[in-house]
């Protein structure tokens, strides 16, 4: 099975501070995904990767910045964060071209 | 640009009654669409896929989608709740390539919220 590993389920964070939320898969994916999911407004993507040190935006991109050194990790940047950025994070992997995706628990962030 | 509308944020059904949970897309690209459950405090768990094979496709925990092209919808059904099934449902499409030969992420609708009484 795959696993998607999100390094914490919840984080407390005051604003103005540097934000990391890690994320893990072990299934040699060459996708992966940042979307931030709010009631009443689904998922939205953030940013997605589809190689090491390749990223593009996605819908929602500002506030935000990733990184990309090793295939299995993917690493979602809040450089400094706002009480607006108070959300669910959910991280995901996939293969190329129409493939499922896999998603991690979520880590739930809340910015005071 | 592609797009998903789920109707109904909120549907409840009753414990044995059939299960409908709407969703409607536009794609400029031939889709490929998918609806996935969330349970509370949980992550995303694929339900069931569509990639242009069979246009009923049939999921995990007796759910069932059918493709129609002429309506543009993929609704998810199941025959017969069971109080299990409440939780959050997603339907996406998958997005149109990027240059760079990237694919991009899933679009998701806004979820369905589906409650069982018993």
């Known amino acids: 099975d795959v696993k998607v590993t999100q390094s914490s389920r919840y984080l407390v964070k005051r604003t103005g501070e540097k934000v990391f939320l890690e994320c893990v898969q072990d299934?040699?994916?060459?996708?992966m995904f940042w979307y931030r999911q709010d009631p009443g407004l689904g998922l939205r993507l953030i940013y997605f990767?589809?190689?090491?040190?390749?990223?593009e935006k996605g819908d929602i991109p500002e506030g935000y910045s990733v990184s990309r050194e090793k295939k299995e990790r993917f690493s979602l940047i809040l450089e400094s964060a706002s009480t607006n950025q108070t959300s669910m994070y959910l991280c995901?992997?996939?293969?190329?071209?129409?493939?499922?995706?896999?998603f991690g628990n979520g880590t739930r962030l809340t910015v005071t | 640009a592609q797009s998903v509308t789920q109707l109904g944020s909120h549907v409840s059904v009753s414990e044995g009654a059939l299960v409908l949970l709407r969703c409607n897309y536009s794609s400029s690209v031939p889709p490929y669409l998918f609806w996935y459950v969330q349970y509370p405090n949980q992550g995303l768990q694929l339900l069931l896929k569509y990639t242009s094979a069979a246009t009923l496709v049939k999921g995990i925990n007796g759910f069932e989608a059918e493709f129609k092209k002429s309506e543009t919808s993929f609704h998810l059904t199941k025959p017969s709740a069971h109080m299990s099934d409440a939780a959050e449902y997603f339907c996406?499409?998958?997005?149109?390539?990027?240059?760079?030969?990237?694919?991009?992420?899933?679009?998701f609708g806004k979820g369905t919220h589906l409650i069982i009484q018993p």
């Open positions: 995901a992997s996939s293969f190329p071209v129409n493939s499922p995706l896999h």
């Open positions: 299934m040699d994916h060459e996708n």
């Open positions: 990767s589809y190689d090491v040190k390749m990223k």
């Open positions: 996406a499409v998958r997005g149109a390539f990027r240059s760079g030969g990237g694919a991009d992420g899933l679009t």
